[in-house]
T-cell receptor, first 108, second 116 residues
Framework: GENVEQHPSTLSVQEGDSAVIKCTYS??????FPWYKQELGKRPQLIID?????GEKKDQRIAVTLNKTAKHFSLHITETQPEDSAVYFC???????FGSGTKLNVKP | SAVISQKPSRDICQRGTSLTIQCQVD?????MFWYRQQPGQSLTLIAT?????????ESGFVIDKFPISRPNLTFSTLTVSNMSPEDSSIYLC?????????????FGPGTRLTVL
């Protein structure tokens, strides 16, 4: 079956620092790599995604990088702000399974 | 993006009873899913709701416990049957958008279920 591992499970950074979350997957057929953000008590929402024909994508302070050879993709948040505090999930399969989540805490 | 509503938003139920959760989308969508999210945990896919046919269940979930209906392309229901305290969780409906972004998922606000 498909396996996905997300690291770290928790991450605490100082406001203004960068945060990186990594997602490792097993299914080489995956071609769509999204990241979702879930704030406390709210629904998950897509924040950025990438397809397998692209190595990197940026949207203001967030970026996603993909290494298909190593089967991992990462979420990068620069200049973190307190409102970035949330749980982040990857979902690297076309079968709609989610990673275990990373709880990011940005300290003001 | 699709606008998704769920009813009820929360409920407290007695052991042994059943609850039906409704999911309504404001546009026709190809794919609809039901997830369970326990406190502090990730999302676990229960099943894919198929329009006009039986839902496709994930390992560990069965139709007798979680019957699902999808009568059209904008509506689905999930029933949690013969509930026990272990069924206490948030249940989320999600849709896969039609068109170019068929892989992106949009989620309903969730139904918080507490079983006593």
């Amino acid at each position: 079956g498909e396996n996905v591992e997300q690291h770290p499970s928790t991450l605490s950074v100082q406001e203004g620092d960068s945060a990186v979350i990594k997602c490792t997957y097993s299914d080489s057929a995956s071609n769509y790599f999204p990241w979702y953000k879930q704030e406390l008590g709210k629904r998950p929402q897509l924040i950025i995604d990438i397809r397998s024909n692209v190595g990197e994508k940026k949207d203001q302070r967030i970026a996603v990088t993909l290494n298909k050879t190593a089967k991992h993709f990462s979420l990068h948040i620069t200049e973190t702000q307190p409102e970035d505090s949330a749980v982040y999930f990857c979902a690297p399969f076309n079968k709609f399974y989610f990673g275990s989540g990373t709880k990011l805490n940005v300290k003001p | 993006s699709a606008v998704i509503s769920q009813k009820p938003s929360r409920d407290i139920c007695q052991r042994g009873t059943s609850l039906t959760i409704q999911c309504q989308v404001d546009s026709q969508v190809t794919m609809m899913f039901w997830y369970r999210q326990q406190p502090g945990q990730s999302l676990t896919l229960i099943a894919t709701a198929n329009q006009g046919s039986e839902a496709t269940y994930e390992s560990g979930f069965v139709i007798d416990k979680f019957p699902i209906s999808r009568p059209n392309l904008t509506f689905s229901t999930l029933t949690v049957s013969n509930m026990s305290p272990e069924d206490s969780s948030i249940y989320l409906c999600s849709v896969g958008q039609t068109g170019a972004r068929t892989d992106t998922q949009y989620f309903g606000p969730g139904t918080r279920l507490t079983v006593l």
